[in-house]
């Protein structure tokens, strides 16, 4: 992160990739500035503060609470995990928006039913596509004409959307903005963090599943947040484990040349006759290998704070799959609860996830 607090001003489209941007200090003179075709411009142009910057510090003057959802790899869950917390705050009563910056994968729409939806623009600006009434979502994947649409940008574009996105969207007083940032620690998340810095950023939230190959990355996110001075709000460990009713799960017989043969009738009859109460149990096995003790030893290690754990459920994929709230009814048993019980401890006013609205968490 050469260019420090600097603020890079607006980034050329075709500059090299890590472009430090025309009005930092080191502009024009960084490794990832060699053989750039503005390279002569910005080393001897006038510097002076990004006036985006200062754009999106009175844009972001209404948000309240801004925080980031980060992860070391992908695939471990974390946009899951970021549109149930939106959910679950929304539920609380609290206004909410979520901001998509993965551009190049944008999974949000389909994760809050949006799919098809377009951005409008009003007198104030862009305006976030509506979930709920207290619940907004902006993301690239709103401004693609065809959702299998690969998007192919260099690092200057992008960060020049996401900085257009943070100064040209009009959310209003909001009580939490949700951050849903792609894996990894690139021109991304320098991006944003650089651009909110000056309104203030709550923290990270870092989503990790327990294996090492999944954690080796998070002690990188890790090491990237304390570099840029962002404050780790804690880890959770996603999938951990796969739990579900017994009266959900499928049995099979399978022969030693691998032929399968169901059984759940039969299986399910016993347990009705024999144990009825069983059927409300839950199975758990493990799917990741936790054996060198997950999260929450690393968490223990860095001395980071460890915000639990929550396990792989069929009915919460399902949830996202559908773009609904997994605490709108009962059906995502092993995991509301868990989830809960982490978003209690981000969010001081605990009392109200106890009663969560119908239309909501």
């Not at 649409?149 to 009009?170: C, H, M, N, S």
């Not at 989830?339 to 981000?346: D, V």
């Amino acid at each position: 992160m050469e260019n420090g607090n600097n603020g890079g001003g607006e980034i050329p489209e075709d500059a090299n990739e890590h472009c430090p941007g025309p009005q930092s200090e080191s502009a024009g003179k960084t490794d990832s500035c060699a053989g750039c075709p503005n390279q002569e411009a910005c080393a001897t142009g006038p510097k002076g503060p990004d006036p985006d910057l200062v754009a999106i510090a009175e844009r972001m003057a209404t948000v309240k609470h801004k925080i980031l959802v980060l992860s070391g790899k992908g695939g471990v869950g974390k946009s899951t995990f970021s549109a149930q917390l939106a959910f679950a705050l929304a539920g609380m009563d609290y206004e909410v928006g979520l901001l998509d910056i993965d551009i190049c994968g944008p999974s949000i729409p389909k994760m809050f039913g949006l799919e098809g939806q377009s951005i409008h623009q009003s007198n104030f600006g862009w305006s976030p596509v509506s979930v709920e009434e207290n619940l907004g979502v902006m993301s690239i994947g709103f401004m693609l004409p065809n959702p299998d649409e690969a998007v192919i940008w260099r690092g200057p574009r992008k960060t020049g959307l996401i900085k257009q996105f943070l100064k040209d969207v009009y959310w209003g007083e909001l009580d939490y903005l949700v951050v849903d940032a792609p894996p990894g620690t690139s021109d991304e998340h320098i991006s944003i963090v650089q651009s909110l810095e000056a309104s203030g950023i709550d923290g990270a939230i870092i989503v990790t599943t327990p294996q090492q190959v999944s954690l080796i990355d998070v002690r990188k996110e890790v090491s990237f947040c304390k570099k840029v001075g962002l404050k780790v709000l804690g880890v959770v460990e996603n999938m951990s484990g796969l739990q579900q009713r017994l009266a959900d799960l499928q049995i099979l017989e399978v022969s030693e040349s691998g032929v399968e043969r169901d059984r759940t009738e039969w299986f399910m009859e016993i347990l009705r006759e024999k144990v009825p109460e069983a059927l409300d149990f839950f199975s758990r096995t493990e799917v990741f290998d936790s054996s060198m003790g997950g999260a929450a030893k690393m968490s223990m290690e860095m001395g980071i704070p460890f915000l639990g754990k929550i396990p792989m459920d069929p009915e919460l994929c399902k949830a996202a799959e559908e773009g609904r709230s997994c605490f709108a009814d009962k059906k995502c048993a092993a995991s509301a609860p868990a989830l809960k019980r982490i978003i209690e401890k981000l969010v001081p006013d605990r009392s109200a996830l106890a009663s969560p609205k119908s239309n909501g968490a």
